[in-house]
Structures are given as C-alpha cells and as structure tokens.
C-alpha cells in the first residue's frame, strides 16, 4: 500500500507525520494538511503538453462568466469543452468532468496537472467545492489569475532584454574562445614571449572552458538539483532559504518582498470585495504565498486575529508592512471600512511593485553592461598588449 508526507500546520508550527494510503482521509479529518507528498518509487510516464498560463487564466475567465449564468459547474464544463481547441486543456477538463462524476474530490483530477496549475488553482477549488462557494470563488480566482499574468508580464518586460544581450555575449565569448584565442597563443608560443597577467589569465580560462565546460555544467546542474530537493523536502532549509532571499539580498529582496506581499494583498482584496469575511480571506489569501518565510509570518498574524487581538496590532507586531499599510488597516478596523482599506492598500503595492521592478531593471541593464565592457577590454588587453610588445621588439 503506498505510503504519503504529509505536512500539517498545528500552532505556527508543522509537523510531519508518514501514512498509509487508508489513513488519509481520517487524519485529514481532524488536520490542516498543507502539503501531501507520495513517497517510494513510483514510475508513472506522463506525456502530457504543458497548458500555458494564458489558456488557464483565459479558462477560468470563461468558466466565471458562464457560472454567473447560473448554468452548473459540470455543463459549464462541457460548454467550454466544445469551443476549446487545446488538446492539453481538454485532457484537464476531462480529468474535471471525470472526477465529478465519480463523486471524488476535485482537487485529484488537478493534482494530475499541477505541472501546469499554479497552487492557487488547486487551493482556491479545493475550498470552493468544501464551502459551496463556487461562483464566487471561481469569479475571484479568475480576477486574481488576470493580475497575475498582467505581473508576468511586466517582469518578463524587464528582464528579457539583459538576458538576451548576456545570452548574446557567451556566445561571442564562446566563439572567441574556440577559435580565436588559440591561434594567436600558437603565436606566442612560437616566440616563447614574456605574457602580461591578463594574456595568461586568459589563456587559461580559454584551457578550462575547452576542457572543462562540460563537467562544470554538469556538476553545476548536479548541484542545483540537489538544493532544489533540499529545498523540497527539508522544511528548515526551505525556510532559511525563503528568509534570505526575502530579506538579505540588495536591491533583490526589496522587489522580492514587494512582489509577495502585493500578491498577498491583491487576493485579500478581490477575497474581501467578494462578501468573505476578514478571517476567511486572511486564509485563503495564503494561496498566493510560495515563500514559507512569509507564509509562516502570515499564519502567526491570522492566529493571533482568531484569538482576539486587533487586525492592525497583529500585522504591527509582524513588522511586514510599513506605517502608510498600518495606517489604513487602523483607520478601515475602526471605522468598519476594511474593503475600501485593502483596496488601497492593493493599489499601493501594485505601485510599489511596479516601481519594484524597474528597479531591478534600471540596475540589472548598467551591470550587464558595465560587465560585457570590463570583460571585452580584458579579451583585449590580453590579445594586443602581447602583438604591441612584438612589434616594437622586432621595430628596435
């Protein structure tokens, strides 16, 4: 019988526990599970097309639509079914109709295409389908899915241009490499030359990126698919992780830590404008969150809200947010206008976000500059300052 991980959350702490197949559905009963992952090897080949994140957002914009027309989640389904020309977003809503029609619980159909599905998706139907809430739920994760492909977007807009010029740049470099450098170290070996530091500094990178390139990508992808399972099954380190990168990189983190809690923000918003009340939304408004730093943050205030103390007093002592925040969840708590509040509160970071990133943009594009010239004027040196030499040895 297959044994699973299972993560719950108990107190702003978790804890793991190991279960069998038939003990599942009892724990999860009396427990927040938070994370269930299969363990032992089980080879199952998947050929499915990954679905791209504008058919899934533009599906849940269509699926809103037509549950506001008061038509069921199943016929809506099929509707949609009809016109989708998607191979792979057909296989998911199959997956969908299938599950609902043998009673099981949706969120097993989308676990099949979560290499597709950001965790959004799964959590947002997940409490949907538990609570009856669906069109309502639907209609926000559609809005929140919008704003999420708006974001990518705009980030995507920032970073391609310095990665395509530094992509661009090995190229060159590699070409350099290969077939340049080596004719002209024939040259001075002939001559048995006198080389500057920057010519035999070159000459041996040029030595090590031909003998060695290989074995330094493979090992540097060794590397980081073992950080990467670290990250996904040891809690502590995916914490540690989640806090540096949050908070100790320059310039980075800032946006970083924007980006999150704008997100955080714009679903505790279009979940609070959707008639939850402030406790639900808190909770479900965690979906957004992938930094466990944040989220373990998140869940203390939302404990400490659920025990009675004031919504500004338990986002102040979390020192997430900054006064102008602070202030309107002050002024909104008192004067019962929480839904105005967040909406401000999400215009701000959108701003800030936006700001965030060009930012980041502003000082990515000088660096990757400033470091193709320092790295050109180095091939440079290191080529003609040696024939310079030669020349002015063979003019006396």
């Known amino acids: 019988m297959n044994k699973f991980k299972v993560i719950v959350q108990q107190d702003a702490k978790r804890e793991t526990h190991i279960l069998?197949?038939?003990?599942?559905?009892?724990?999860?009963?009396?427990?927040?599970?938070?994370?269930?992952?299969?363990?032992?090897?089980?080879?199952?080949?998947?050929?499915?097309?990954?679905?791209?994140?504008?058919?899934?957002?533009?599906?849940?914009?269509?699926?809103?639509?037509?549950?506001?027309?008061?038509?069921?989640?199943?016929?809506?389904?099929?509707?949609?079914?009809?016109?989708?020309?998607?191979?792979?977003?057909?296989?998911?809503?199959?997956?969908?109709?299938?599950?609902?029609?043998?009673?099981?619980?949706?969120?097993?159909?989308?676990?099949?295409?979560?290499?597709?599905?950001?965790?959004?998706?799964?959590?947002?139907?997940?409490?949907?389908?538990?609570?009856?809430?669906?069109?309502?739920?639907?209609?926000?994760?559609?809005?929140?899915?919008?704003?999420?492909?708006?974001?990518?977007?705009?980030?995507?807009?920032?970073?391609?241009?310095?990665?395509?010029?530094?992509?661009?740049?090995?190229?060159?470099?590699?070409?350099?490499?290969?077939?340049?450098?080596?004719?002209?170290?024939?040259?001075?070996?002939?001559?048995?030359?006198?080389?500057?530091f920057y010519t035999s500094s070159l000459l041996g990178v040029k030595t090590f990126f031909i003998k060695y390139a290989f074995l330094f990508l493979g090992f540097l992808f060794v590397a980081l698919a073992y950080l990467r399972h670290l990250y996904k099954s040891r809690d502590t380190f995916a914490y540690k992780v989640d806090r540096f990168l949050l908070l100790k990189i320059p310039i980075f983190s800032s946006a970083y830590k924007t980006s999150q809690l704008y997100n955080f923000f714009m679903a505790l918003n279009v979940l609070i404008s959707s008639s939850y009340q402030f406790n639900e939304a808190l909770e479900n408004g965690q979906l957004l969150l992938k930094n466990k730093y944040l989220l373990d943050k998140i869940r203390i205030i939302s404990k400490q809200i659920q025990s009675g103390m004031p919504i500004y007093d338990a986002f102040d002592s979390s020192q997430l947010v900054d006064e102008v925040t602070l202030n309107l969840i002050n002024s909104g708590e008192k004067s019962s206008t929480m839904a105005f509040s967040f909406e401000k509160i999400e215009t701000i970071y959108e701003q800030n976000f936006r700001k965030s990133i060009k930012r980041l943009s502003s000082f990515i594009e000088p660096l990757f500059f400033v470091s193709m010239m320092l790295l050109i004027l180095w091939v440079m040196l290191a080529i003609f300052t040696p024939i310079w030499n030669m020349s002015g040895m063979i003019n006396q």
């Open 20 to 196: 069998r197949e038939n003990e599942l559905e009892e724990f999860a009963k009396s427990n927040t599970i938070i994370h269930l992952e299969p363990l032992g090897f089980n080879f199952k080949p998947h050929f499915r097309t990954k679905i791209s994140q504008k058919e899934i957002t533009l599906f849940f914009s269509q699926l809103s639509t037509i549950l506001n027309a008061n038509i069921s989640f199943l016929e809506a389904l099929e509707i949609i079914a009809k016109s989708n020309k998607s191979k792979s977003l057909n296989l998911l809503i199959n997956d969908m109709k299938e599950s609902l029609h043998s009673g099981q619980n949706i969120e097993h159909a989308l676990e099949k295409h979560e290499n597709s599905l950001d965790h959004t998706i799964i959590g947002f139907l997940k409490i949907a389908f538990l609570k009856g809430n669906l069109v309502n739920m639907v209609a926000s994760l559609a809005r929140l899915l919008e704003l999420k492909e708006q974001n990518r977007t705009l980030i995507k807009s920032a970073v391609s241009y310095p990665i395509v010029v530094f992509i661009t740049f090995l190229i060159a470099l590699s070409v350099i490499f290969v077939y340049v450098v080596p004719k002209f170290e024939f040259v001075f070996i002939q001559y048995q030359m006198q080389l500057p």
